[in-house]
């Protein structure tokens, strides 16, 4: 669905071992943290992150802050989550480290995070809850949300009106524009899902409303097929038995022309994405247009968002520290001013309540058409983001799973809800395997 944003877990997903207790309803460290008492005297804390731009906003930060020092590693790579399992284990871990959330639940499953429930309260007004349901997995809370990164459409502007089409308020409205778009040009598609990337079905799953991960007591309650789900579902069903969606791999570079070529003419995409697609699409530029992302019930509208996460790793000994760090780098107005320009290349949208005055200065200014008000549907999509959606205690290793039938499903070999029905069954036979109170929704 948004392009580019592939969630490539299966390496991570191969070297996690999930711990035998519910991470829901414990901390990840042995040690009651989240109590600690504040800090006293100057402390020095190590920081992995692999994001542009940061480096430079820990010198601002070290510079104002001469009781807390920031200890910048450049940890990019493939293996940066494998090399922060291996450091905690050897009880070498940096105090903090980027994380997206996905990872940020699965290392809190395993026991590799430190609970900071108590010492990052006092910040937790500052973010949406979305994204603060993104750094507490169950309601004990990890890390300082990031970033975000909420959903919304881009379209071509020029063939929606030479097609007959207008921007899709709804899914369904999508699936009949595709039709309509076919009838008169049969080789053109509304939408692109490649057969590596379940994202789609992600997105549009929390988009929804489904909740395939929610913690009730003191078990996991794992709903891949309530009407939610299978409601999305249908969506990609009727895209696929269609064929009104493209089917480009997003680890291809030549994926771009399927767009500027108008081939593809429409799809969900996010704010760090658009300067990619300013370069990369020179024979379309200024025919672009932004709208809402469709919507299954116009009424009660909302989308779905990846998070960027800081987060407390097992053996920090200074949590009060680092939670106060983590959210002076994701909110204050100093760092987010910063780490929004284009300059930086952070790619960086806030996950703060009011993004507003971050928004304007990330819209590409000669992709779009003018038409719309660009910055209004993004800072729109920022506060629509579904909050229910919960990352389980094996939700890497499920995606990993959900790879390899997604590219059944593009070929018209298995059914989404075959897919949908088959992931229930794998997901809780893989936590209770490894001692994880888990139970079917429906």
Same mark, same amino acid.
């Given at each position: 669905?948004?392009?580019?944003?592939?969630?490539?877990?299966?390496?991570?997903?191969?070297?996690?071992?999930l711990?035998?207790?519910?991470?829901?309803?414990?901390g990840?460290?042995?040690?009651?943290?989240?109590?600690?008492?504040?800090?006293?005297?100057?402390?020095t804390?190590?920081?992995?992150?692999?994001?542009?731009?940061?480096?430079?906003?820990t010198k601002?930060?070290?510079k104002?802050?001469?009781?807390?020092?920031?200890k910048?590693?450049?940890?990019?790579?493939?293996?940066?989550?494998?090399?922060?399992?291996?450091?905690?284990?050897?009880?070498?871990?940096?105090?903090?480290?980027?994380?997206?959330?996905?990872?940020?639940?699965?290392?809190a499953?395993?026991?590799?995070?430190?609970?900071i429930?108590?010492?990052a309260?006092?910040?937790?007004?500052?973010?949406?809850?979305?994204?603060?349901?993104?750094?507490?997995?169950?309601?004990?809370?990890?890390?300082?949300?990031?970033?975000?990164?909420?959903?919304?459409?881009?379209?071509?502007?020029?063939?929606?009106?030479?097609?007959?089409?207008?921007?899709?308020?709804?899914?369904?409205?999508?699936?009949?524009?595709?039709?309509?778009?076919?009838?008169?040009?049969?080789?053109?598609?509304?939408?692109?899902? *490649? =057969? &590596?990337?379940?994202?789609? @079905? #992600? +997105?549009?799953?929390?988009?929804?409303? %489904?909740?395939?991960?929610?913690?009730?007591?003191?078990?996991?309650?794992?709903?891949?097929?309530s009407?939610?789900?299978?409601? *999305? =579902? &249908?969506?990609?069903?009727? @895209? #696929? +038995?269609?064929?009104?969606?493209?089917? %480009?791999?997003?680890?291809?570079?030549?994926v771009?022309?399927?767009?500027?070529?108008?081939?593809?003419?429409?799809?969900?995409?996010?704010t760090?994405?658009?300067?990619?697609?300013?370069?990369?699409?020179?024979?379309?530029?200024?025919?672009?247009?932004?709208?809402?992302?469709?919507?299954?019930?116009?009424?009660k509208?909302?989308?779905?968002?990846?998070?960027?996460?800081?987060?407390?790793l097992?053996?920090?000994?200074?949590?009060?520290?680092?939670a106060?760090?983590?959210?002076?780098?994701?909110?204050?107005?100093?760092?987010?001013?910063?780490?929004?320009d284009?300059?930086?290349?952070?790619?960086?949208?806030?996950?703060?309540?009011?993004?507003?005055?971050?928004?304007?200065?990330?819209?590409?200014t000669?992709?779009?058409?003018?038409?719309?008000?660009?910055?209004?549907?993004?800072?729109t999509?920022?506060?629509?983001?579904?909050?229910?959606?919960?990352?389980?205690?094996?939700?890497?290793a499920?995606?990993?799973?959900?790879?390899?039938?997604?590219?059944?499903?593009?070929?018209?070999?298995?059914?989404v809800?075959?897919?949908?029905?088959?992931?229930?069954?794998?997901?809780?036979?893989?936590?209770?395997?490894k001692?994880?109170?888990?139970?079917?929704?429906?």
């Open positions: 669905m948004s392009q580019f944003r592939s969630r490539s877990l299966a390496a991570a997903a191969a070297a996690a071992s711990s035998l207790v519910l991470a829901a309803c414990a990840g460290d042995d040690t009651d943290t989240s109590a600690a008492p504040k800090t006293k005297g100057d402390v804390l190590e920081f992995w992150s692999w994001t542009d731009g940061i480096e430079a906003q601002v930060w070290n104002e802050h001469p009781e807390t020092q920031i910048f590693v450049n940890a990019a790579g493939e293996t940066a989550y494998q090399k922060l399992r291996a450091s905690v284990n050897a009880d070498t871990a940096p105090c903090l480290s980027k994380m997206d959330g996905m990872n940020l639940a699965n290392f499953a395993d026991g590799l995070l430190t609970d429930t108590k010492v309260e006092p910040y937790k007004d500052k973010y949406t809850p979305a994204a603060w349901n993104a750094v507490s997995p169950g309601g004990t809370t990890f890390g300082i949300p990031m970033g975000s990164s909420p959903l919304f459409t881009a379209y071509r502007a020029d063939l929606f009106e030479k097609y007959g089409i207008e921007a899709p308020k709804t899914w369904d409205d999508l699936i009949a524009a595709g039709k309509k778009a076919q009838n008169k040009n049969k080789d053109v598609k509304i939408y692109n899902m *490649a =057969g &590596e990337d379940p994202s789609t @079905l #992600v +997105d549009l799953s929390w988009e929804a409303g %489904a909740q395939w991960y929610k913690v009730d007591g003191d078990h996991w309650v794992i709903d891949f097929t009407p939610e789900a299978l409601k *999305a =579902g &249908e969506i990609v069903q009727q @895209l #696929v +038995d269609n064929d009104l969606a493209s089917n %480009a791999s997003y680890a291809d570079p030549g771009f022309k399927t767009w500027d070529l108008g081939k593809t003419v429409a799809m969900t995409t996010s760090w994405q658009l300067p990619i697609y300013d370069t990369n699409f020179p024979k379309s530029q200024g025919k672009w247009q932004l709208a809402d992302s469709p919507a299954f019930d116009p009424a509208p909302q989308t779905s968002s990846n998070f960027d996460t800081t987060a407390v097992k053996g920090c000994k200074y949590p009060d520290r680092a106060e760090f983590a959210s002076w780098l994701s909110s204050s107005k100093e760092s987010l001013t910063a780490l929004t284009p300059a930086s290349k952070s790619g960086l949208f806030p996950a703060v309540n009011d993004v507003s005055p971050y928004v304007d200065k990330i819209i590409p000669g992709m779009f058409n003018k038409e719309s008000d660009s910055a209004q549907i993004i800072t999509a920022a506060s629509r983001v579904g909050d229910q959606w919960q990352y389980g205690p094996n939700y890497a499920m995606y990993s799973e959900m790879q390899k039938q997604w590219g059944k499903v593009m070929k018209k070999e298995l059914t809800k075959e897919m949908l029905t088959g992931l229930q069954k794998w997901t809780l036979d893989d936590l209770n395997g001692g994880i109170k888990a139970v079917a929704g429906s």
